[in-house]
């Protein structure tokens, strides 16, 4: 009997996405279509449309293929997924995303680390997009056990990270007998172990990484094989180690060749509240850094915001005759840091080297507010052919502006200082320059010692209002135009996107005047 579809009984509609899986089942179905759903009222056992959704993120991961996007629809998901297939250049990425306009939440609050393991982990995968999810609680005080909120391991390229927000990853081990013995946790961590291939073309951006305690660790780290990534838009804060890091020489990677994040960038992040200080692995030091770059070669730092942090930027390397090399970092603003605002070269004389690093145009403000004498601009051991110039330093209470441990070369110093603008409160004449001779007071007794700063000037930058934290410049600042351009990578937007170099010249400091 042939029967019109038009008058089929309501008992007998099916949906034309359930007879294909009953007909040719789930694999083959996953490969025709590409877009899937999961729901907290859904079943595995259901095709995966939006009308009849599967149950669990896991399930879609183990059928989704090349080109297909997985809505997850708002609620809470207590998964820990593993991501086992990859995308392609031909169709597309696997992606995973928060339906939009609702809120997929990863909850990890009755797991217990195995080992090291994640909430979200890609191992060995390309081509995968992780999209708009809140990734939260997972726990532990065990020194073995690492905890992660997202995990890219291996190899692989093409991953994206996008609009996630990862929070409460926790290890509170007490740590030991000395700072860094603490366990390990992780928010979103990127380890290339692949010594043939590498993590390549990563994008990490418009996450929030808030609210954990990393122990001897960090909050977003790229760290190894890993190449051509951007870490950009990000906001990492509360967080009681370091922000955000690119890591060399930590033997993950076996090959010491490849063992070096590297040819990166690192952009328009906002990062705020980290310090070590009360984190059980480091007691009471205040050795956190907003952004750090520890072993990693040829990456751009430019236009973050970063604030009330232990150390705002530091460029070292902590491993003997390795070194951060090749490093612009431009027109980022870094105030009320608990130590130095900016610091290079190994934190020991035994420790790496920081070689040909560019620091200008930069804006410090008020730093070493906890007064641990390292000033707003550290320089420490073993340095090579390093710039920093251009840059706006306005000291606080104290009025120190440097702290240099490096025993110089005046014919070859390991960093050329030069052309920037000082100012503190105090004056000129009671500016403090820390050197390996001792302490210069005044800002011309300091130049004639040391050769340095010979274009600089000690005036008020004329900030438009400091302590409302407006450090554009105003009309009458003498920081405008005063900036050199020949030989220095100023780069082309200033941190708020307007073109850099106007008629031939640049501002001092990381905004250009409108």
Not at 8 to 25: E, R, S, T, W, Y
Not at 252 to 259: F, H, K, L, S, Y
Not at 348 to 374: F, K, Q, W
Not at 422 to 439: F, H, I, M, R
Request: with cysteine.
């Amino acid at each position: 009997m042939v029967m019109d579809h038009a008058v089929l009984p309501g008992a007998m509609k099916f949906d034309l996405a359930i007879v294909l899986v009953l007909l040719f089942g789930v694999a083959s179905f996953a490969q025709s279509n590409t877009s899937f759903y999961v729901s907290p009222n859904g079943s595995d056992t259901n095709p995966g449309t939006q009308t009849a959704p599967w149950r669990t993120i896991q399930h879609a991961a183990d059928v989704a293929r090349a080109g297909s996007t997985i809505n997850v629809r708002g609620g809470v998901y207590e998964e820990l997924i593993t991501i086992k297939s990859s995308g392609n250049a031909t169709d597309g990425y696997i992606t995973f995303r928060s339906y939009p306009g609702e809120t997929a939440v990863l909850d990890a609050a009755h797991f217990t680390p195995q080992n090291r393991s994640a909430i979200v982990t890609i191992h060995n995968q390309s081509y995968v997009r992780i999209e708009g999810f809140e990734i939260r609680n997972f726990r532990t005080a065990e020194h073995h056990l690492t905890p992660l909120g997202i995990s890219v391991m291996g190899s692989g390229s093409h991953i994206e990270l996008l609009k996630n927000n990862v929070h409460h990853i926790e290890n509170t081990f007490p740590g030991r007998d000395h700072p860094g013995s603490g366990g390990n946790g992780f928010g979103i961590a990127v380890y290339g172990t692949d010594a043939k291939t590498p993590i390549s073309d990563l994008i990490i951006d418009g996450n929030e990484v808030h609210h954990l305690k990393t122990g001897s660790s960090e909050s977003l780290v790229v760290n190894g094989n890993v190449t051509n990534f951007r870490i950009t838009h990000n906001v990492v804060h509360d967080n009681n180690n370091i922000g955000i890091d690119v890591i060399g020489f930590e033997r993950t990677a076996p090959d010491p060749a490849v063992d070096q994040a590297r040819d990166g960038v690192v952009s328009e992040n906002l990062v705020y509240n980290i310090t070590s200080r009360g984190n059980p692995a480091y007691g009471q030091d205040q050795s956190s850094d907003g952004i750090y770059v520890d072993g990693g070669a040829r990456v751009l730092i430019e236009r973050n915001v970063i604030h009330d942090v232990d150390f705002g930027i530091e460029l070292a390397s902590e491993h003997r005759n390795r070194a951060t090399s090749y490093i612009i970092a431009r027109s980022n603003l870094i105030y009320h840091c608990n130590t130095a605002g900016v610091s290079i070269g190994g934190y020991a004389p035994e420790r790496g080297h920081t070689e040909h690093c560019v620091m200008i145009n930069n804006t410090l403000y008020d730093n070493d507010t906890s007064a641990t004498g390292s000033g707003e601009f550290q320089m420490q051991w073993n340095m090579s052919d390093d710039v920093f110039e251009n840059n706006i330093v306005y000291a606080g209470s104290r009025c120190l502006m440097s702290l240099d441990r490096s025993e110089a070369d005046r014919n070859q110093p390991p960093v050329t200082i030069d052309h920037n603008l000082y100012y503190c409160a105090a004056g000129s004449k009671d500016s403090t320059w820390k050197e390996v001779s001792g302490s210069l007071a005044g800002f011309d007794k300091y130049v004639q010692s040391t050769g340095n700063d010979s274009h600089s000037r000690f005036l008020d930058p004329g900030f438009v209002n400091a302590a409302d934290k407006d450090f554009h410049l105003r009309s009458d600042s003498p920081a405008i135009a005063a900036g050199v351009i020949k030989g220095l990578p100023v780069g082309e937007h200033d941190l708020e996107g307007l073109s850099r170099v106007k008629s031939g010249s640049v501002d001092l400091g990381c905004y250009e005047r409108r």
